[in-house]
């Protein structure tokens, strides 16, 4: 993911420096080269051992260390730099850097990158939602920052509000989508269902199905991340919402297809990977044993066909992907779902098959289009997103 790419992860005077330890790890565990700076204060917190240990390289404070060998180094860590990471960002660091102010390793070596750069800000809530604090920000991102916004809870002074640093996981999301892929989808407009939808019997129960939304939610984050503008339309999941993707919430098949439907002009691809409940009860159970005291015999009826109204209104030059999971002539069947509901693409898989469909962490897809049947061998979720969105880029050239 983050193979080759140099990161300098730049930690400020903050109490969630102690996170910045865990996201410095997690970067290296991604094949980052981490570089990290800190000012003074940071020391003060945590000390530069822990992250010389974590990353393997020398943690830089002092602009005047006689100790580097001889080159002028805030430049050359400038030079390598691929992605800044300011992390926590004090509010007083932050006001330096949005008015060209360096004073320090930090301030120096951040001011010479020619780079993303990204801040996480970390500090009280009445200092973040100081206007000061808020017209420097908006002055970092009018000069190209992105900034992270904090989370809210409880924070280190006492008070509760919005001001801590978010986890490194999502920390991590956004620097993989700063530089962790090539921007070959940017411009186009994406649409993804994904997850389970759930069909009321009563206030009570429901039908549903296995799907966890753990491929659709995958291919997102891989379309978000190479540049795409992102739409994701899902079912209850216990999913996070990828990092820069609009994710839209649905609970039956019918919200689903007003959704999707609503939003279809808009879009230059649409891949269909939620698994949508067939059935849905012609009347809820509590009224038909109001009928008949029998909650055992419902009807049921078939939910709206989205993917075979996609295909029906699909404009020139749209592109339309659709899943299928089957048990047996996988091909066969899939090939057929492929023509009658007018796709460009099927993702096809065999839920018998080791590895692949729900409530796994890989898939194991098989591509298939007008011309040819693409096998690709068994993979984690994230290179099978990035796997099919190779495929489709391909097909519309």
């Known amino acids: 993911m983050l193979k080759g790419k140099t990161v300098l992860l730049c930690v400020t005077g903050g109490i969630a420096c102690y996170k910045s330890a865990s996201l410095a790890s997690a970067l290296v565990k991604q094949g980052a080269n981490v570089q990290v700076l800190m000012t003074k204060n940071a020391t003060e917190f945590i000390g530069p051992h822990t992250f010389e240990s974590l990353t393997g390289n020398r943690v830089s404070?002092?602009?005047?260390?006689?100790?580097?060998?001889?080159?002028?180094?805030?430049?050359?860590?400038?030079?390598?730099?691929?992605?800044?990471?300011?992390?926590?960002?004090?509010?007083?660091?932050?006001?330096?850097?949005?008015?060209?102010?360096?004073?320090?390793?930090?301030?120096?070596?951040?001011?010479?990158?020619?780079?993303?750069?990204?801040?996480?800000?970390?500090m009280n809530t009445k200092m973040y939602e100081n206007p000061v604090t808020q017209d420097n920000l908006a002055t970092l991102q009018r000069y190209g920052w992105e900034i992270i916004q904090p989370a809210s809870g409880r924070l280190a002074c006492g008070a509760v509000g919005k001001g801590k640093m978010p986890e490194p996981e999502e920390l991590l999301a956004y620097?993989?989508?700063?530089?962790?892929?090539?921007?070959?989808?940017?411009?186009?407009?994406?649409?993804?269902?994904?997850?389970?939808?759930?069909?009321?019997?009563?206030?009570?129960?429901?039908?549903?199905?296995?799907?966890?939304?753990?491929?659709?939610?995958?291919?997102?984050?891989?379309?978000?991340?190479?540049?795409?503008?992102?739409?994701?339309?899902?079912?209850p999941t216990q999913l996070s919402t990828p990092v820069h993707v609009e994710r839209v919430d649905i609970r039956s098949a019918q919200d689903m297809f007003e959704a999707v439907t609503s939003r279809f002009d808009q879009q230059d691809i649409v891949i269909k990977a939620a698994a949508v409940a067939d059935y849905r009860p012609a009347v809820q159970a509590e009224e038909k044993m109001k009928k008949s005291g029998d909650d055992l015999a419902l009807e049921?009826?078939?939910?709206?066909?989205?993917?075979?109204?996609?295909?029906?209104?699909?404009?020139?030059?749209?592109?339309?992907?659709?899943?299928?999971?089957?048990?047996?002539?996988?091909?066969?069947?899939?090939?057929?779902?492929?023509?009658?509901?007018?796709?460009?693409?099927?993702?096809?898989?065999?839920?018998?098959?080791?590895?692949?469909?729900?409530?796994?962490?890989?898939?194991?897809?098989?591509?298939?289009?007008?011309?040819?049947?693409?096998?690709?061998?068994?993979?984690s979720k994230e290179a099978a997103a990035h796997a099919l969105l190779d495929r489709i880029l391909e097909k519309r050239s």
């Open 61 to 122: 404070v002092d602009t005047f260390d006689r100790n580097y060998q001889f080159q002028v180094e805030h430049i050359a860590l400038a030079d390598q730099a691929d992605v800044v990471l300011v992390a926590p960002a004090t509010a007083n660091v932050l006001a330096k850097l949005a008015h060209g102010l360096a004073d320090d390793m930090l301030t120096t070596t951040v001011l010479a990158c020619n780079c993303p750069k990204l801040a996480a800000p970390a």
């Open 300 to 379: 049921l009826v078939r939910t709206q066909d989205i993917l075979a109204w996609l295909g029906q209104h699909k404009a020139p030059g749209q592109f339309l992907c659709g899943f299928s999971m089957e048990t047996q002539d996988m091909v066969e069947n899939s090939r057929k779902k492929l023509e009658k509901k007018n796709l460009d693409l099927i993702a096809a898989n065999n839920l018998k098959q080791e590895g692949a469909g729900f409530g796994t962490a890989t898939n194991v897809l098989t591509l298939i289009d007008h011309q040819e049947t693409v096998e690709l061998p068994l993979m």
């Open 175 to 235: 620097v993989d989508h700063a530089v962790g892929h090539e921007k070959d989808m940017e411009g186009l407009r994406v649409l993804v269902t994904a997850g389970p939808t759930q069909e009321a019997l009563d206030p009570v129960r429901y039908l549903t199905n296995h799907s966890t939304g753990t491929m659709g939610y995958a291919i997102a984050k891989a379309a978000a991340s190479r540049g795409a503008t992102v739409t994701l339309v899902s079912g």
